[in-house]
């Protein structure tokens, strides 16, 4: 099941707190409540320094991952309005130029909806969307302004085109790497350090410490879920939708039927 979606989430919750009481019961069993009683004071000790030290790290990694799921949004609207601007701006433009750019305009949207979406799920991206943005850019540069109103509006529709590029590029680069390997180790690794620590500790109420065990790795297991949510802003159940991309289409098609209507 993908972890990455929100029945995923609700297994990797329940399953960590499974996990850590059978850890805890496990314990229980192997050593005496006596035993266990005489690590209290040195166990509470070192649990609230890794404690500490692992919520201070996992706190950290989850802001940073929010941040790049605002980031990626972000992004996505910037591009998606470059996109539209050069569009629009190439009315001025004389055909057949401007049939070409809006032609490239609009495969570009397509091909980012029907496509590259998908494929970002995947941890990829769609390389004929790439060679489009690529065209976009050549075939402006390809044109010799002449009346002045192109020679005032050309700039700014290479300024935009370039923005749709740089725009393109941090979207890919967000959706292929997401979060660093190094950082899942940490994770993961002081997480079981953490609930691990919790068995060593002898309660007389069992069923308590098997309550408050299981919440202390539900709440990391939540927390790594957020990561996983955040951190990979194109994937899974919370992914940024196509919304921006979408209504490029539906002003690419309202232009074209205005083109048509005056025709």
């Not at 953490?194 to 202390?216: D, S």
Request: charged share 20%; net charge neutral.
């Amino acid at each position: 099941m993908d972890l990455g979606s929100y029945a995923g989430g609700a297994l990797l919750i329940v399953g960590s707190g499974l996990i850590a009481v059978a850890g805890l019961l496990f314990t229980r069993k192997i050593l005496s409540l006596d035993r266990l009683r005489a690590s209290h004071d040195v166990g509470g000790y070192l649990l609230s320094v890794v404690g500490t030290l692992y919520a201070v790290l996992l706190g950290l990694i989850v802001v940073d991952s929010m941040q790049k799921f605002q980031t990626a949004r972000e992004v996505t609207e910037r591009e998606a309005n470059a996109l539209a601007d050069v569009y629009i701006l190439a009315k001025c433009m004389p055909e057949p130029k401007r049939a070409e750019v809006r032609n490239i305009c609009l495969q570009y949207a397509n091909q980012v909806v029907n496509t590259e979406w998908d494929k970002m799920d995947q941890g990829t991206y769609c390389p004929i969307a790439r060679r489009l943005v690529i065209g976009l850019s050549q075939s402006l540069v390809d044109f010799e302004p002449v009346t002045e109103n192109q020679k005032a509006i050309y700039p700014q529709m290479i300024s935009d085109a370039s923005d749709v590029w740089q725009n393109r590029r941090s979207r890919t680069n967000m959706a292929v790497h997401g979060v660093p390997e190094v950082e899942w180790v940490t994770i993961i690794f002081g997480g079981i350090i953490t609930v691990f620590f919790t068995f060593f500790f002898g309660l007389e109420n069992l069923k308590l410490q098997i309550a408050m065990t299981a919440m202390v790795a539900m709440l990391i297991s939540l927390n790594i879920y957020l990561i996983l949510l955040f951190g990979y802003p194109f994937s899974g159940d919370l992914k940024i939708p196509t919304d921006a991309f979408r209504l490029n289409q539906g002003i690419f098609a309202d232009q074209l039927h205005k083109s048509d209507h005056i025709r």
